[in-house]
């Protein structure tokens, strides 16, 4: 059977030194895991030619496809605010890009795929559990409506890779708008070359914001709408508890998609200083610094665009302070209009946003699920009846009770049939979102004992996350205090 990509690769049409030209390194028995029917069809790929032998070993990297042109990308990043000159795609290979169904154009990489001039002391590999955790939570990501890179497939190389221990090897072929990052940009900023920067910068705004091109200036435009999609983007991973966990610049996407899914964990008990990553010391990353990081990593993009921004220094910083300006009133923005959303308001009244912060607040304070408090209200909308299921989520029920009073007079000043409320909430409050727990028990039952029923049952269910699925509650019950999951390790 033929596998087929239309490829058409544009960023192996740009100089060579934004990266270096290699193919994937085989694997010895490659096995496929899975592919992404529904994706792979929106790609205008055949899945079961994927999934065929020749499909497999094109995703194991032990086959290069026709017209593909393998490159690992140049980068470099902050790393927990230390500046490395350079990263680089270390154990990735970027195949090329294809365009879709819907007209838009993705990068299909290999990760996972063996060693590159950008590997440093690594070994190129990706161990079995990280590669299930990334193709899991982005396609949850994807599924709860959040802009994100995706899962096309997955596949055991057959290899062992050792992390303190001998692992199950695995590649994920991993789909994204585009691998240009903040971290991109500084690579080549840090090296003093202005023209690759202006490159990547018109790379950038053909390939994502082609609405700059015709603006005044291009690059502030450029700048700006990366502001926007950040804040954008920050604003709905608190909507849905999400903890990126590595807000490195390098793992910071100028598309806006989230990327690079490693000790990332949506939260279960809602606390804003909420840290799961094993190696954020500095709580750097906490669920609510998130926006201020972004804003931070920004800052750097910004810096590297300087030269573009203006013929002089003064008008240039002036110029990228104007737009940075911007993040903090986007974000509030669409951070407020989601938590509008969520209540089931629907118009805009002063105090709603103290009413938005006031639950999360009674939430910190008595230990409640963030996503199940926000799904059982939904069912209140249309029975007091419900009050129960919410109320028994916090520690001290009354906390719940003195909210839900104002919440309801607030309500009179929206008149919409409940059953429409009760609907339009659960379309933004999911009832399932992948739990830490049940996360590692599918992780658990695939390394340790070749069984990959969790993990597709749970892709199933993580399908439709916003659909009560009887039968199913146990994927959306908060983990009992045995089971939570404290702490989450580095994706490598
Ligand atoms: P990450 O933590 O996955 O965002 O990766 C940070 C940097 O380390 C990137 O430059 C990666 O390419 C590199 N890296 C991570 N794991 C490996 C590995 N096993 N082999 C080589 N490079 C790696
Ligand atoms: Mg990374």
Redesign the pocket.
Known sequence: MSVRFCFDNSYARLPERLYARLDPTPVAAPQLIRVNVPLAEQLGLDPVALASPAGVDILAGNKVPEGAAPIALAYAGHQFGQFVPQ??????ILLGEVVGRDGARRDIQLKGSG?TP???G?????ALGPVLREYIVSEAMAALGVPTTRALAAVTTGQDVLRGMALPGAVLTRVAASHLRVGTFQYFAVRGDGEAVRLLAEHAIARHYPEAAAAEHPVRALLAAVVARQAELVARWLHVGFIHG?M?T??TAISGETI?F?PCAFMDEFNPAKVFSSIDQGDRYAYGNQPRIAHWNLVRLAETLLPLLAENDETAVAVAQDVLAGFAPHFAASYRAGMQRKLGLFTEREGDAELAQDLLAHMAENGADFSSTFRKLCDTATTLDEDASVRELFADPTAYDAWAGRWRHRLLDEPMDPQARRAAMQAVNPAFIPRNHIVEAALAAATERQDFAPFEELIDVLSRPYEDQPGRERFSTPPAPEERVLQTF???
């Open positions: 990263l680089g795609d270390g154990r990735a060693r950008f590997s440093r690594g070994d190129g590999r990706a590595v490195n390098d793992n690079d490693g580095c994706g490598t």
